[in-house]
């Protein structure tokens, strides 16, 4: 039973409490006047100096102790209780790489954030980022691929050192060239002993494949036999561009852009996801939000609710009381006259 006008209290046994309305009628009897004497004695003055007389009123103090002691009693067996409660939030995250493409062509100047160009490394990064702050309970990590593979983020579930890590995503690091099947399967094997209930590969390029050992048909082959879901996307807008060299503030032309569809459908059919383009910033955003809302962690939420006993401050009270009544009543508050000298 809740207290009312006490939020977070209860009482367990609420039946006791009804035994606190006799402690005042105790009080009542024990001080209610009792029977006239029926003999009377005139002269009863006499007696006066026969001894001390007994300490009624202070004695009625061992009463109030007893009454005192009885109320805190009930209060101890009826169980006051304060009710902690809480949500537990329980949740099964999922592993995800995010393997990109660093091949010069990402260099690529045809995006634009806040109204200025931008290459498609820079685009794919920046919604990435925003991708890897709202996945809260999950592994993350990431595996960069041109002619070669390497890993500049691990799997982890510390976003923010994903986040700040993300600048070890950079052309240039490994021989050029778009070796699709090798990222695929480079991505696979660091998920291959990951004991989380769903695994994902998001795959971002903007070229077909041209390099490495194993194809992406392949690649996909082996990680769908490990339970991986493949996502993938190219990024980039079609026609002619050039290459952007910073340090030596030239443009290499690559000549007509081309986008394999057909090998990236091919694979995210056999890795039973689906295949976006993305042509600029926004398009690019609202793909990584798919994923998000198709990839959801499983939460699950508990009401734990707790209780912490306060039966024994009442209970000791109840013993403080009763221990005083019993040591006064039978030391300086004892009722049995004094004798007297003869």
């Known amino acids: 039973m809740m207290i009312p006008g006490l939020s977070g209290f209860q009482i367990l046994h609420p039946l006791w409490l009804v035994l606190l309305p006799l402690v005042p009628l105790l009080g009542m009897l024990r001080g209610a006047r009792g029977k006239r004497a029926a003999i009377q004695f005139p002269t009863a ?3 006066k100096d026969l001894g001390t007389p007994a300490r009624s009123r202070v004695g009625g103090f061992v009463v109030g102790l007893i009454l005192i002691s009885l109320t805190f009693g009930i209060l101890a067996l009826s169980r006051p209780q304060k009710v902690l409660s809480y949500d537990e939030e329980k949740a099964e995250g999922i592993s995800i790489m995010l393997t990109v493409d660093v091949s ?3 260099l690529i100047e045809d995006f634009y954030i ?6 498609r490394l820079t685009a794919a990064k920046r919604v990435m980022a925003d991708f890897i702050k709202g996945r809260r309970s999950d592994k993350i990590g990431i595996v960069a691929f041109a002619g070669e593979t390497y890993l500049p983020c691990p799997l982890t579930m510390d976003r923010d050192w994903l986040i700040n890590n993300l600048d070890r995503v950079q052309t240039q690091r490994v021989g050029d060239g778009t070796a699709i099947g090798s990222g695929i399967a480079s991505a696979a094997n660091r998920m291959r002993r990951e004991k989380t ?4 590969i998001v795959l971002l390029t903007d070229g077909a494949n041209n390099s490495g050992r194993l194809s992406p048909q392949d690649a996909a082959k082996l990680a769908a036999t490990l339970g991986i879901k493949i996502y993938t996307i190219a990024i980039g807008t079609p026609g002619i561009h050039s290459i952007p060299d910073p340090k030596r503030g030239t443009f290499t032309p690559v000549g007509q852009q081309l986008f394999d569809e057909g090998t990236l459908k091919e694979v995210a059919a056999i890795g039973s996801g689906q295949f976006y383009m993305a042509q600029n910033l926004s398009s690019l955003s609202d793909v990584f939000a798919t994923i998000d809302k198709l990839e959801k962690t499983k939460i699950e939420h508990h009401k734990i609710v707790e209780t912490e006993e306060l039966f024994p401050w009442p209970l000791a009270v109840c013993a403080t009381a009763l221990f005083l009544a019993l040591l006064l009543s039978l030391t300086v508050l004892h009722s049995a006259p004094e004798p007297v000298a003869t």
């Open 45 to 47: 003055a006499l007696l």
């Open 104 to 106: 010069l062509s990402m």
């Open 114 to 119: 806040g109204g200025q160009p931008v290459n």
């Open 197 to 200: 209930p769903s695994k994902v």
